[in-house]
């Protein structure tokens, strides 16, 4: 299992098909924060390009600014999608037991 797994595992006690999900869970969560490192790449070259031209395209850069912004929220999406199916698949002692990892900033989502 990976370090985020196994904590969260051990932290909230939890048996084999909620470690499973979280497994899946998690993942997801993974693959779309790649995605956004892959997006902030781009768009980090895409305004330096804009800078570097001769003359400065307001309208280019409000495109690139635009498409952070869209990526930031897909990733807020993923996020609260992350967090509801997490909320699904525990029981009540487990909820409580997230959200003060959650509060305390031992697990940062």
């Not at 969260?8 to 869970?25: C, P, R, V």
């Not at 997006?39 to 498409?67: G, P």
């Not at 997490?86 to 997230?98: C, E, F």
């Amino acid at each position: 299992m990976r370090r985020p797994l196994r904590f969260l595992a051990f932290k909230l006690e939890l048996d084999e098909a909620q470690t499973t999900e979280f497994a899946s869970i998690l993942s997801a969560l993974k693959t779309e924060r790649a995605q956004a490192a892959v997006d902030q790449r781009r768009t980090t070259a895409a305004l330096a390009d804009a800078v570097a031209a001769e003359s400065f395209d307001e309208s280019a850069a409000k495109v690139v600014a635009d498409d952070r912004v869209k990526s930031t929220e897909r990733v807020e999406a993923a996020v609260a999608r992350a967090l509801g199916r997490m909320h699904a698949v525990l029981r009540g002692d487990q909820r409580t037991r997230l959200a003060y990892l959650l509060r305390t900033g031992a697990l940062a989502m």
